[in-house]
């Protein structure tokens, strides 16, 4: 099992930057693909981005395509989000959550994909 653990979230302006970070604890790290996903109040939870254990691939959904990417050291056990060009639609809480398989990008933004989620940090963006 792995332990997730979301920060870096808060109150930024539009057309600002945030970047979130995702400590993992538990089994090893390098071994689990990590994404991100989002839930807006009143929305469903959407998928963000997702990189292999490796780091060498990375999808990105296209709301956010441009503006946000993902990284990872796995010295450190820690996937980043980093995130620029924020608009009031990004505010969402957001969650990091872990998968021990890699696939395509139609099967790896599926929330089924993932067995592992962090509480999620929150982000406000306002105009």
């Known amino acids: 099992q792995v332990q997730l653990v979301e920060s870096g979230g808060g109150l930024v302006q539009a057309g600002g930057s945030l970047r979130l970070s995702c400590a993992a604890s538990g089994r090893t790290f390098s071994n689990y693909a990590i994404a991100w996903f989002r839930q807006a109040p009143g929305k469903e939870r959407e998928f963000v981005a997702a990189i292999s254990s490796s780091g060498g691939t990375t999808y990105i959904a296209d709301a956010v395509k441009g503006r946000f990417t993902i990284s990872r050291h796995n010295a450190k056990n820690t996937v980043y989000l980093q995130m620029n060009s924020l608009e009031p639609e990004d505010t969402a809480v957001y969650y990091c959550?872990?998968?021990?398989?890699?696939?395509?990008?139609?099967?790896?933004?599926?929330?089924?994909?993932?067995?592992?989620w962090g509480q999620g940090t929150h982000v406000t963006v306002s105009s």
């Open positions: 959550t872990a998968a021990n398989t890699w696939g395509l990008a139609a099967t790896m933004c599926r929330q089924y994909k993932y067995a592992y």
